[in-house]
C-alpha cells in the first residue's frame, strides 16, 4: 500500500489548525504522517501543533523554523517525509474524509504521475462556513490541463497528491518564488509531461479567509504580485519553447500574459507594456485566431457548456460536519516535542560508475575540506564493481549512498543527486577528480556575499598530465556569460562548480539524452538566466590519464565521437538563440575544427559544418578560414596542422574536445 506523508506549513492559524489535522485524521484511509511546519507564528498555532502531535505521536512530527516563507517551509517538509505520496495544505484547509482515498486510487489505479480531487471554497457567513464553488475560470473542453492552467483554471494544493517521483523531478518548490507557487509547481509538472488524472470522488476545501487575516502564500493584485505572476509565466514560457512545445500553447499563454496586463495597467506601466508586448508574441496568427474562436462557440452549441467546473455557479452549502472538527486543545495536555532539522549547507554529487578503485582519491579530498557542513552524496550508476565497500571504510555519517536501478549515465546520476540534496548550495565532483581543501570554504563564502542573481560559482583548475607535468587553467568568465558559453565552453571540468540548488526550479535538470557535454549544456541552461562568478584560484585537481592501457586510441575515438555527435545535438537545441546572438557560425567552426582533428580527420563533415558557418557569416575571418581548410588536399592539411601544434596536436586537439 502506498505511504502518504501530508505537509501543513503553519503561521498564525490557530483558529483553523486543529480543524486542517482533524479532517486528516477523520479520513477513510488514515495519511502515515502528518509534517506540521511552524513558520515563527506569534499566536498559539506551535502549542496547538505540540499538542495534537502529544496525542497523537505515531501520525503527526512538528518542526520550528523561522522562514517567513510557505515554499521553504514545504520544501523543508518534504526533506524529512518519508512517504511514497506527497499532499501540501495550508493550515486552514480541510478534506472530507474519502479524499485520502480517492486520490490514492487515482494515482495507483489509472497509473498517473499526480492525481486531483474536486474541490470547493469555504466563505464565512452568518451562520457558519458555507461551501461555495470553486472560485476559478472554467476548463473548455478543448482544453488540456496545461493550457487550462495558464488561463485560470486550477486546483489547490490541498486537493492534489503527487507522486514522490514526480514531485522530486520538478526540483520542489521555486523558493524565489513571490506569487503562484502552486501554480509555478504544477505548471511545471504539466510543462514537462507529467500525467494529472482528475478523480470524481472525495473533496477538498480551500478556505477564503475573512477580511483582515493573510494566509502565508500571500494574494493580491499588488506591484510584488504582478510581477510575481509574470516570473511563474516566462518561466513556463521557457520550458515550453526549451521542449519545442510553445507552438501548440501559444493561445492560452497569450491569453495568460493579456490577463497579467489587464490587471497592470492601472497598477505599474512597465509590466503593463511588457505583459502586453508578450501577448503580441504569442498572439496567434487571425485566421487561427478566428478558427480557435468558432471552434469554441461550436463547442458551447452542440455540448451545451462552456467547460468543466466541480459545482454549479450557484451553489453554497452549510458544511455542518466542519463544526464537529474543532477540537478544544486546551484538553489536550502532552506537548510534543518540537524536532529539530538543520539541513547542511552544501550538497555534494559524486557519480560512480566502475571506478571504485579512483573514489578513495575523491573522498578524501571531500573529507579533508576545511568547510564541514555538507552532505556527500555517492550516486551508484549500477557498477560492476563495489564502491560501496570504499564508502563502508569511511564511517562518516554525512556520506549518503544511493545506487540506480540500472545504468543510466553520468547526467542521470547527477540529476538523481540533484532530486536527494537538502542544502541550499550544490557541489559536482567527479569520482576521478578530488578538490584542494578550501575550495567549498571560499566558494560558499563568496556565495554568502553574492546577489541571489548569481547561480553560479566556479574555480580554476590544475590538470595533472599522464606524462607527471600539470597545467593551470584559471577562470575569466564571469557575470553575464550566456553569449560566451554559447560559444565555447568557460568552465574546464565539472568539478569546479557549485550553484544554488534552487535554480533547477528555474532551469530543470541535466539533459540526460546527450552523448557528453551534459555539463557545459547545463552551465549554459544556468546562464540563460543567472550570473557567474569565480574564485581565482585552482582548487580542484583534473586527472587527465590518456596513455594508461593498450586501448588508449581506441578509447580516445569513443570519447571524439560521442563528443562530436553531443556538439550536434547542443547545437540543434541551442542554434535559434545563437543565430539570435550572432554567434552560430563560431559554434560550427570550433566543431568543424574537431572534425579536422588528425585522430579523427573527418573532412567531409567538417566542410559541411564549415560551409553552413560561412551562411550564417560568410565575412567572418574564421569561417573563411575554417572553410579554405576543409578545401585543401588533406597532406596539406596535415602539415599546417604540425606547424601549428607540433608533435603534441593530438594531445592539443583531443583536450579542447
Known amino acids: 500500500m502506498t505511504t502518504i506523508s501530508i505537509i501543513i506549513p503553519t503561521h498564525n492559524a490557530e483558529k483553523y489548525l486543529a480543524a486542517t489535522v482533524n479532517s486528516l485524521l477523520n479520513q477513510s484511509m488514515l495519511p502515515n504522517e502528518v509534517i506540521i511546519?511552524?513558520?515563527d507564528s506569534g499566536d498559539k498555532s506551535l502549542e496547538i501543533a505540540r499538542q495534537l502531535a502529544g496525542k497523537y505521536p505515531d501520525i503527526i512530527s512538528v518542526y520550528s523554523k523561522r522562514f517567513r516563507s510557505a515554499t521553504k517551509s514545504r520544501n523543508l517538509g518534504a526533506s524529512v517525509s518519508t512517504g511514497e505520496a506527497l499532499m501540501f495544505m495550508d493550515a486552514d484547509d480541510v478534506i472530507e474524509k474519502s479524499t485520502l482515498e480517492a486520490l490514492i486510487d487515482a494515482l495507483t489505479v489509472e497509473g498517473a504521475e499526480i492525481a486531483a480531487c474536486p474541490w470547493l471554497r469555504l466563505e464565512l457567513a452568518?451562520?457558519?462556513?458555507?461551501?461555495?464553488?470553486?472560485?476559478?475560470?472554467?476548463?473548455?473542453p478543448d482544453q488540456d490541463a496545461l493550457s487550462a492552467w495558464l488561463t485560470g483554471w486550477y486546483?489547490?494544493?490541498?486537493?492534489?497528491?503527487?507522486s514522490r517521483e514526480a514531485y522530486a523531478k520538478t526540483g520542489g518548490w521555486d523558493e524565489k518564488a513571490a506569487l503562484n507557487q502552486d501554480g509555478d509547481i504544477m505548471m511545471r509538472a504539466l510543462a514537462k509531461g507529467f500525467s494529472l488524472v482528475e478523480t470524481n470522488k472525495g473533496t477538498a476545501?480551500?478556505?477564503r479567509l475573512p477580511s483582515g487575516e493573510e494566509s502565508l502564500s500571500g494574494k493580491g493584485k499588488t506591484l510584488e504580485g504582478?510581477?510575481?505572476?509574470?516570473?511563474v509565466l516566462d518561466k513556463i514560457a521557457r520550458i515550453l519553447e526549451e521542449r519545442e512545445d510553445q507552438k501548440r500553447y501559444q493561445d492560452s499563454l497569450s491569453r495568460?500574459?493579456?490577463t497579467i496586463a489587464n490587471d497592470a495597467k492601472a497598477i505599474d506601466k512597465k509590466t503593463y507594456y511588457e505583459a502586453k508586448s508578450k501577448q503580441r508574441a504569442y498572439q496567434p496568427i487571425f485566421f487561427k485566431?478566428?478558427?480557435?474562436?468558432?471552434s469554441r462557440w461550436w463547442s458551447r452549441c452542440t455540448k451545451g457548456r462552456r467547460g468543466t467546473k466541480p459545482t454549479p455557479d450557484k451553489f453554497s452549502v452549510k458544511v455542518d460536519w466542519l463544526n464537529d472538527l474543532v477540537t478544544n486543545t486546551e484538553e489536550l495536555t502532552a506537548l510534543a516535542k518540537v524536532k529539530e532539522v538543520e539541513n547542511p549547507t552544501v550538497s555534494i554529487i559524486i557519480p560512480v560508475y566502475n571506478r571504485a578503485?579512483?573514489?578513495h582519491r575523491a573522498l578524501d579530498s571531500v573529507v579533508a575540506q576545511t568547510f564541514k557542513d555538507i552532505e556527500i552524496l555517492v550516486i551508484d550508476d549500477c557498477s560492476r564493481d563495489d564502491p560501496y565497500s570504499v564508502i563502508k571504510e569511511y564511517k562518516d555519517s554525512r556520506i549518503k549512498y544511493v545506487r540506480q536501478k540500472e545504468n543510466q549515465g553520468v547526467a542521470a546520476a547527477r540529476n538523481r543527486g540533484l532530486q536527494e540534496a537538502q542544502s541550499p548550495f550544490v557541489a559536482f565532483l567527479d569520482d576521478d577528480d578530488e578538490w584542494l581543501p578550501k575550495k567549498l570554504s571560499k566558494q560558499v563564502e563568496l556565495f554568502l556575499q553574492s546577489p541571489p542573481e548569481v547561480g553560479l560559482i566556479y574555480t580554476g583548475v590544475e590538470t595533472v598530465m599522464d606524462e607527471g607535468h600539470t597545467e593551470i587553467q584559471l577562470p575569466t568568465e564571469r557575470g553575464n556569460v550566456y553569449g560566451r558559453l554559447l560559444v565555447k565552453n568557460c568552465i574546464h571540468g565539472g568539478s569546479s562548480a557549485m550553484i544554488r540548488r534552487n535554480l533547477i526550479t528555474n532551469v530543470g535538470f541535466f539533459d540526460e539524452n546527450l552523448l557528453a557535454i551534459e555539463d557545459y549544456e547545463y552551465w549554459l541552461r544556468i546562464s540563460r538566466y543567472y550570473h557567474f562568478d569565480f574564485i581565482e584560484e585552482p582548487l580542484v585537481r583534473y586527472h587527465d590519464v590518456r596513455a594508461v592501457t593498450t586501448d588508449t586510441d581506441v578509447r580516445r575515438s569513443l570519447n571524439i565521437k560521442a563528443n562530436l555527435e553531443a556538439r550536434n545535438q547542443f547545437y540543434l537545441k541551442h542554434q535559434a538563440q545563437m543565430r539570435k546572438e550572432g554567434v552560430a557560425h563560431l559554434f560550427l567552426v570550433q566543431s568543424a575544427n574537431r572534425h579536422m582533428a588528425s585522430h579523427w580527420n573527418d573532412i567531409k563533415s567538417a566542410r559541411r559544418l564549415a560551409l553552413k558557418a560561412f551562411f550564417y557569416a560568410p565575412t567572418s575571418r574564421s569561417t573563411i578560414v575554417a572553410l579554405t581548410i576543409t578545401l585543401l588536399p588533406s597532406q596539406l592539411v596535415n602539415k599546417i596542422r604540425e606547424a601549428l601544434y607540433g608533435s603534441n596536436s593530438v594531445k592539443k586537439e583531443s583536450s579542447d574536445i
Do not use: E, N, Q
Open 37 to 39: 511546519i511552524d513558520d
Open 126 to 140: 452568518d451562520d457558519g462556513w458555507v461551501a461555495k464553488p470553486a472560485s476559478c475560470a472554467s476548463r473548455r
Open 155 to 162: 486546483h489547490p494544493p490541498c486537493s492534489i497528491l503527487w
Open 205 to 207: 476545501y480551500y478556505r
Open 226 to 231: 504582478l510581477k510575481g505572476r509574470m516570473y
Open 256 to 258: 495568460a500574459y493579456r
Open 289 to 294: 485566431t478566428v478558427f480557435a474562436k468558432g
Open 357 to 359: 578503485h579512483l573514489l
